[in-house]
């Protein structure tokens, strides 16, 4: 028999009950008010009661220093009269904390999902459930601000603590283990931490892979130890958890073939949020302790040999990840400082990925006739315009394949080289030492050309150039950051182009952009009623001048049928191969304005955008908005993507 509080009693003294009649969380929570509510025990009573000590001893203790037992001196003579868990229950008692027998403990089974088998072994301690918004953790030493402040860090709960003692909680860990033991060996790969299915995207790995980090996490925990100066130590980025926590951190992403890896710091002791961009979307990777945003942010800095003691300042690096025993990846980093001297990091993934074919890029029957039609030309020039991240380069490096043959020589200047091509001589621009998109063009002109891709246009220079190439009979494929094709002969124009020779150069221009393709496997298939079709023809003429009947004529011909009854759109569902969401993979929408006798006349006379736009689609151009719709009645994307791509 041992004291405890007794649920429900109304007495203010303690009675001898067995701690297992505390049982279930609601027994514990009653008895946390229960404990509430009682006059507070010095440590000498709390001693008394717990039987640690006899009345002759503790009178010896007081004899002579009636404050003994509250100073430094008296801890050190209990704890040579007592063992430590002894020492811990008194303190424990005199904190008001309630005490549980662990093993009679019925905990929420979910509990171990909050707080995983490993951290708790490591911690010595078991989690019993949550209750009030806490997180209810047994522990030996519950006393300790250290423990619960790791203990909060690494579950993201407000964590409340009651007394076990130590033998019951080891034992308590060896019976989870033998369950879980259990349960992987029937059910694997089932994953065991249901926690990693909120912090991790569906199909981000096995449950081998998700315990491994997991690990790797506890033991750059345990690593860095629980000085409140361990985030400051430089050293701390160079622990051996820390190392390889993130080096499987890039691995993964690269295996999910994730673009970019987003590391985003919180003050406090609020978690660091970690977030895969994959098919232009970001997904929850990995929530880490906030001990743990300072060594990773340095770590990151010195793969990337930035200055680590820099943090007001933003930063940008560059890391090869084979220098760190990780497969061939090139990563551009860039570090920008937040609030509360924290940093924020984004790592983009640049592997060396090989040119899609034209047809692949989702182009409609006649836009790939006229790209391929563009490539084939001995001179002038073709843009592909569009946000960052719609494509351009991944266009421009398609056409550059269908023409990449040894009787020419092709220049690229590209910042950075993301896609390569054997018998392309591709060159990466480097500002620090001048080696930029002008300077890289005129040294081009040079080195007898046939064709010419310049990056990106972003100065007068460079357009200016880019124009004197096209029109001195070089085919000049280059990229432009604006929303749709009629704005940039605009944007161009106002860089202080000459209109004359930019309407002789201009081959054409590609707007794009890049949503998420509907799953084969799980997309449903609808029939249109006649409201909806109405409705979607209404929405195809927006902004054209299309009549009702051209714009009809225009989608029946793309859905491939003669009436609207036919017509058919699907919608993304979820399986198994698109991991729930219902799309799988990207797909362009394309804009593609030709140039024409018409189109050349209104370049010269400086026309507004809209003008352009509309001689453009009554020449049969495609805007934006028509290319989608289009692609919705086929039944390749729906009606959420297609207006992602001109909204």
């Avoid at 491994?212 to 506890?218: A, C, F, K, R, S």
């Avoid at 400082?337 to 899609?356: C, F, I, N, Q, Y």
Wanted: glycine share 8%; with cysteine.
């Amino acid at each position: 028999m041992t004291l405890t509080i007794t649920p429900g009693s109304d007495s203010g003294s303690f009675c001898a009950a067995p701690r297992a009649l505390v049982q279930t969380l609601p027994q514990l929570i009653n008895a946390q008010d229960i404990q509430r509510r009682r006059p507070i025990v010095v440590l000498s009573e709390a001693l008394r009661q717990l039987h640690l000590l006899d009345e002759g001893t503790l009178r010896e203790l007081v004899a002579e220093d009636p404050d003994l037992l509250r100073s430094r001196s008296g801890d050190l003579v209990l704890r040579l009269l007592l063992t430590e868990d002894e020492l811990h229950r008194a303190l424990a008692r005199v904190a008001g904390l309630v005490e549980i027998e662990v093993l009679g403990f019925e905990g929420d089974p979910k509990a171990f999902d909050l707080l995983p088998l490993r951290q708790a072994q490591a911690l010595n301690v078991v989690p019993l459930g949550m209750a009030n918004e806490q997180l209810y953790i047994a522990s030996c030493a519950p006393t300790s601000d250290a423990l619960r402040q790791q203990l909060r860090s690494l579950t993201g709960h407000s964590v409340a603590l009651v007394w076990g003692s130590r033998e019951a909680i080891e034992r308590r860990l060896e019976v989870q283990e033998r369950v879980e033991r259990a349960n992987h060996a029937r059910h694997a790969p089932v994953v065991v931490d249901e926690l990693w299915h909120k912090l991790a995207p569906p199909g981000a790995g096995s449950a081998q892979e998700r315990v491994l980090v997991d690990d790797l996490v506890m033991q750059a925990m345990v690593e860095l130890g629980s000085g409140a100066e361990a985030e400051q130590l430089a050293s701390a980025s160079e622990s051996a958890g820390m190392v390889r926590l993130v080096n499987e951190m890039i691995a993964e992403a690269q295996r999910l073939h994730a673009s970019d890896i987003h590391i985003e710091t919180n003050p406090g002791e609020a978690l660091t949020a970690i977030r895969f961009r994959r098919d232009g979307d970001l997904e929850p990777y990995l929530w880490l302790p906030a001990k743990l945003r300072g060594p990773l942010v340095s770590r990151v800095k010195i793969m990337a040999r930035l200055d680590i003691a820099e943090r007001r300042r933003p930063q940008d690096g560059k890391i090869d990840f084979a220098e760190f025993g990780g497969q061939a990846l090139e990563l551009r980093v860039a570090v920008m400082p937040t609030h509360d001297g924290l940093e924020d990091v984004v790592l983009r993934l640049l592997e060396s990925a090989k040119p899609l074919p034209l047809s692949r890029l989702g182009l409609q029957p006649r836009d790939l006739e006229t790209i391929a039609g563009f490539s084939q030309r001995s001179f002038g020039m073709v843009l592909a315009v569009g946000p960052t991240g719609s494509g351009k380069t991944t266009t421009l490096h398609s056409m550059l394949a269908e023409v990449n043959t040894a009787e020419r020589k092709i220049w690229t200047a590209e910042d950075p080289i993301e896609i390569t091509q054997p018998g392309l001589r591709q060159v990466q621009m480097n500002a620090k030492i001048g080696l930029t998109f002008a300077s890289a063009m005129r040294s081009f002109l040079r080195a007898d050309p046939d064709i010419i891709m310049i990056g990106e246009i972003r100065d007068a220079e460079t357009a200016k150039i880019a124009i004197e190439a096209s029109l001195t009979g070089h085919l000049v494929l280059s990229t432009l950051h604006t929303n749709n094709a009629s704005e940039s002969v605009v944007r161009l124009l106002d860089l202080g182009m000459d209109p004359m020779n930019f309407a002789d150069s201009l081959l054409g221009l590609v707007a794009q952009r890049l949503v998420r393709a509907l799953c084969p496997h799980c997309a449903s298939t609808t029939a249109l009623d006649d409201t909806s079709w109405t409705a979607l023809l209404e929405e195809y003429r927006e902004g054209s001048g299309l009549s009702l009947p051209q714009a009809q004529a225009r989608l029946l011909d793309a859905a491939g049928v003669a009436t609207p009854g036919e017509v058919r759109v699907r919608h993304a569902v979820g399986c198994e191969h698109c991991s729930g969401k219902g799309y799988k993979g990207r797909m362009g929408v394309y804009e593609i304005l030709q140039n024409s006798r018409e189109i050349k006349r209104l370049i010269q006379n400086r026309a507004r955008p809209g003008e352009i736009f509309d001689t453009a689609v009554n020449e049969g151009m495609r805007s934006l908005r028509h290319d989608a719709l289009e692609k919705v009645v086929q039944g390749r994307i729906d009606l959420k993507q297609a207006r992602l791509a001109y909204r």
